[in-house]
């Protein structure tokens, strides 16, 4: 124990490194190939011990695909995962299983993701058993402590799912979550599914357990201004691909991508007196298919500044500002004296 | 507010028994609406006594949780309850035609022609076995005597209207070959297509992403100035409604709790529940909070709603009330001009807490 813990003090918990993911479409007599939905295209991150990562995205951007698999639920195409320096990619179900001990995920709908014939109980208390954990003082006491952890009732442990609310069976999944000290959580639209008043409640209870409990996060979420409040660092995904990532006060003051951009300005504000003075980005049309992406840049197709280069060229993903890393020939909030990805400001005045 | 007077009086004159010798002096009014569903595990009081008016014009944003009686109101408006399973009682004008007594074939030519709705899931609101086209013409042909091909010019043009590219040809498309945000947009234009006086948007960007979001509500904004429409806006989203509202209603429990224009709900509100929805939100508007502040519990069961107040177990200043929050229901009172409120808390002590304890930690 105490070993990895030394081993994990010096480098980031999780690392991601160029994961893809390519989920094929066969068609006509042979079932052959024609084609992948390039769901995730070359990801790379890493999470820090203690920290939260927010992954943002319009739907299909592959968040979610990218969350299943540091989970191991889906197999990468290729890249690498890392846990505490350990490379998890390729490891066989009993190697892995472990370490699902530490890694566990949250997931989006509290209606289909506990079993409504178990009770609460039986839920909660089902990884000491999968995992054949020794508890104290037995597996009733440890789950009526997880209840109480997560702020239910620890009498309700003879209950089923379907007597309690939407926002109390979050908290049902949250316990089953925390049941083996997991080190990384894995959260998928923890808190979309809920009411507003109940979300605030949810996140804060995430929030709390962090600090409690030392844990690290990766929060798959589409409401940008719940993983603004939630998340340390932010990654904006579009089309399988991070264009942005940075601290989150960073990418919320000084968003760079105009992607992100345009993310931030379509969040409508619950205050009347700034619609009307609003400076308003409105992109055009739809996310493209993920089947057959635009080339080089994915987001030219809607990007009011793409120039030809855009559609030629696409652009790495590079450091223009301390911790703060954009894939774009153009970015906007650009820090005195630096320049976009392959110095496009320059290209600019070529084309 | 000088129109006012007349309403008041007919109030009086009918009593507390609403009858139908009121006359209305709005474009929509709802008197007194209440719709129960009757089941076994007992009464289930979805809507129970609301009120209120709306303008050509103007948008009314109807918000509050799951449960708290929106979707509810909207179908009641249009009609659309099973009369088997519900009891819908109260009245609901329309252009001066009173419609909760009124004959289903009555209602059913207005519906469409004078009040259309776009629902939350265009998917499963659409047909899919019909093409987009035929779903819009079959609408329009329905209230309208018209021709087939006039109709398909009409669908056309109306998908052009919403923003669908190359609607000439978009037109035979499958509801499953446009994607969310068009099919939304191809709902709209459905709904459109008689030129209604009355739109009801129930969620109708819950299900698409923001940038999406974004043009849709820039759609109804501008279509309504076109058409001099009256909206309601029902969501959960206090930003949507802040992005497109004139007015607001906050539901709780299938009462009103809060009705304002909208400036005055956002920046004076002067009901606990209305505070605790804004202090829920994380926003992107200010400096990020340390935490949020949530309203504790969880929303009620319609079946035992709780005495008194129906707000009273999750409101933090329950106490100040003198045991009047559990005991009795507290009247919707008009406290400011055209801002009414149900709170048994005085209006001095709301200026205070909202001032001193509210706003600072928002």
Known sequence: ?351 | MGEKMPREEAGRLAGSEPVAIHTPTAFLEVRDLKIHFPTDDGLVKSVDGLSFKLERGRTLGIVGESGSGKSVTSLGILGLHNKRNSKVSGEIWLDGTELVGAAPEQVRRLRGRNMAMIFQDPLSSMHPFYTVGAQIIEAYRIHNDVSKSVARKHAIDMLGRVGIPTPDKRVDDYPHQFSGGMRQRAMIAMALSCDPELLIADEPTTALDVTVQAQILDLLRDLQQEFNSAIIMITHDLGVVAELSDDILVMYGGRCVEQAPVEDAFHNPLHPYTWGLLGSMPRLDRERSERLLPIKGTPPSLINLPSGCAFHPRCSYEGLTEGRGTTEVPELRELRPGHRAACHLSLERRREIWNDEIKPKL
């Open chain 1, 1 to 351: 124990m105490t070993s990895t813990d030394i081993a994990a003090a010096g480098q980031p918990l999780l690392e991601v490194a160029d994961l893809r993911k390519h989920f094929p479409v066969h068609a006509g007599l042979l079932r052959r190939q024609v084609a992948a939905v390039k769901a995730v295209d070359g990801v790379t991150f890493s999470v820090n011990k203690g920290e939260t990562l927010g992954l943002v995205g319009e739907s299909g951007c592959g968040k979610t695909t990218t969350g299943r698999m540091i989970m191991r639920l889906l197999e990468p195409s290729s890249g690498s995962i890392r846990f505490e320096g350990q490379d998890i990619t390729k490891l066989s179900q009993a190697k892995m299983r472990p370490l699902r001990r530490d890694i566990q995920m949250i997931f989006h709908d509290p209606y289909s993701s506990l079993n409504p014939r178990k009770t609460v109980g039986s839920i909660v208390g089902a990884p000491f058993r999968l995992q054949s954990v020794a508890t104290e003082n037995g597996v009733k006491k440890a789950v009526q402590e997880l209840l109480e952890l997560v702020g239910l009732n620890p009498e309700h442990y003879n209950r089923y799912p379907h007597e309690f609310s939407g926002g109390q069976r979050q908290r049902i999944g949250i316990a089953r979550t925390l049941a083996l000290k997991p080190k990384l959580i894995v959260a998928d639209e923890p808190v979309s599914a809920l009411d507003v008043s109940i979300q605030a409640q949810v996140v804060n209870l995430l929030e709390d357990l962090q600090n409690e409990l030392g844990l690290t996060y990766v929060v798959i979420a589409h409401d940008l201004s719940v993983v603004r409040h939630i998340s340390d660092r932010v990654a904006v995904m579009y089309l399988g691909r991070i264009v942005e990532i940075a601290d989150q006060a960073d990418i919320y003051l000084r968003p760079m991508h105009p992607y992100t951009n345009a993310l931030l300005s379509a969040v409508p504000i619950p205050d009347p007196s700034v619609r009307k003075g609003r400076e308003r980005i409105r992109l055009s049309g739809d996310v493209p298919s993920p089947l057959n992406p635009p080339p080089a840049c994915h987001f030219h197709t809607r990007c009011w500044k793409a120039q030809a280069i855009c559609k030629e060229v696409q652009p790495p993903l590079a450091e223009l500002a301390p911790g703060h890393e954009v894939a774009c020939h153009f970015p906007e909030n650009l820090p005195v004296g630096a320049s976009g990805a392959s110095g496009g400001t320059v290209d600019v005045t070529k084309n």
